[in-house]
């Protein structure tokens, strides 16, 4: 059974200046949806777009990948949790089950998962997807947002 995906918003970001605004658009739309996946290829911004978007939901500390600790737990100016996943490096879903994957997604907290494609059979049922893609000259980056 497939997920019904409808692509709600397409944002065109031509450099860092605009990050603000697309991280805005994503704050709203992740009002009813508190686990976003993000989708790109390396290099595409991910982490970047996170930080920003951290950033403007009053996280003070310093947002970076997980990679090596698979996850990362911010906490915004209103004293709420984000979880923030980085899958890349995982080899097997098993080591997102054995740090406790489920629980956060159950948590209600908000859960920003990088490389989701290395866990298919854990994601919830309903969630945002974002997808980041640089555009073959690099400089342009297409964001779009979808609900699933």
Known sequence: MHNRVEERIRIEMSSLADLPAAASVLIKEAEQEPVI???GPMGAGKTTFIKEFCHQ???KENVSSPTFALVNEYE???GKLIYHFDFYRINEEREALEIG???YLASGSMCLIEWPSMIPNLL???YLLVKLQPSDEGEVRTMTINRV
């Open 57 to 59: 939901l009053g996280v």
């Open 76 to 78: 915004t100016s209103e």
């Open 101 to 103: 994957i489920l629980e």
């Open 124 to 126: 919830p049922e309903h």
């Open 37 to 39: 996946l993000f989708e």
